[in-house]
């Protein structure tokens, strides 16, 4: 006997296109990320100033917009949800950012994000309301993180089949992360939680219906965590990273190492509260879907909350190591036969293997690939060094012609001017090569 229980979003917005005002927004955006730049955490305030008795209490209220699991999330609510909560941040008016003026950083955060999502708005706002929602049938003794996990893999799977809606998302879970970076500094100022260096929060892969692999962090504190503020910096084995930020008002203790249905305490989620049970499923970014769960080799923990305060745990995922390199493999070969980018697959190649000692074959594979690559990058600096010595060749005669007598020197003048910019572009484009950027 199945029942429904909650409906997954079936994504075709086709039609979505921000307005030109969404410049203002990316502008916004750009700005945040040049304050924010650098490291991952931007600088602490400083300590001589004492912090705004209001702020915690208007960060708690702030953050529950910025968690990458919150109302907007396809797969953890329902459509109307969506649009409900879309429509809020428009009928906020600038006089409530009073609401989020505790500090600087959190101030700045909450006008980036209603900027973006006002311009959003006026665009994906009447598309939204007319979405279909199919939906997907569970049995009733599914216990809830699994079905969390279900409902947010499928979601994702329909965002990243439409080209405009998966470009949105990414931009929205961007904002996110900025956000949230960006008063992170305030958040460790703030923790009141005893420091822990044990296994009290650990990450582990899981599956939802047969093949559907999902990340799940798990509350292993024996205790409720409240206020919860955590950040997971997923990793695969080129380098490429992705920082995921999540706000858990409530948090339960996991209950059971044998991997059984959680007992009957077990909460089930309920995202406008915040509250999540101890097996909390991890929504990927956007960002991160090509990559996916599967191919997530290694997983940084930071947590604040009222109870425990955890910093630079990093968890590895070493059994998703072939999955990863056959994907980074794969698309080098795919690159390798298109000769794109030679540097930047010679570069990823690089640090694939130095992973790999315990696949040969992989090794060999890439290898292979990587001496191919190899020859592409030497051959396009070769003919880039040849056009350049051509052209330098060919300004040199013309200064030599321009000495003569009765030499029409305005017309070798523009020939000269033109050589150079012929040259010039040849060596921006040995530049970019090098660079791995063509």
Known sequence: MTRSIMTVVAVLLNSLVLDAG?????????????????????????????????LQEQLLNFLPYVSMINRMTPGAN???????ALEEWTMMRKEEENLFNGHPHLQGAYRSMRAFLLKSNRAAGPVLQGLAVPRMEFEADDPPFLILAALLFQASAEIAKNEALR???????????TAYKRVWPLLRKLAKGK?????????????AREDWVFLEVLNK???????VSLRLRLG???????????????????????????????????????EFPGRFP????????SVGAAATTSVVIDLFSNEIVVESLMVAIDDHIPQAADRILDQAASQVRSRQQPKLVMDRLKATMSRLAQ???????GERLFDLAKGQLDAAVASCDERIDKFEKQIKQLYDKRERRNADVPSINKRIVELKGKKQLVVKEKADILKGAR
């Open 359 to 365: 696949y040969p074959d992989r090794v060999a594979r």
């Open 167 to 177: 470009s949105w998302y990414e931009q929205y879970d961007d904002q996110c992360r």
């Open 195 to 207: 420091r822990r260096n044990d296994d009290s929060v650990h990450v582990r892969h899981w599956f």
């Open 78 to 84: 329902q459509m109307p949800e969506i649009v409900r």
């Open 282 to 289: 991890v929504r990927l970014a956007t960002d991160w879907l």
């Open 236 to 274: 695969t084995l080129d380098g490429a990273t992705s920082d995921h930020y999540y706000f858990l008002k409530r948090w339960e203790p996991f209950r059971n190492d044998d991997g059984a249905a959680p007992g009957p305490l077990e909460l089930a989620w309920n995202i406008e509260r915040a």
């Open 221 to 227: 504190s024996h205790r409720p965590l409240t206020d």
């Open 22 to 54: 969404g410049l203002t927004a990316k502008a916004e955006v750009a700005q945040v990320q040049r304050e924010v730049g650098g490291p991952i955490d931007p600088p602490a305030p400083p300590d001589e100033k004492p912090l705004d008795p209001r």
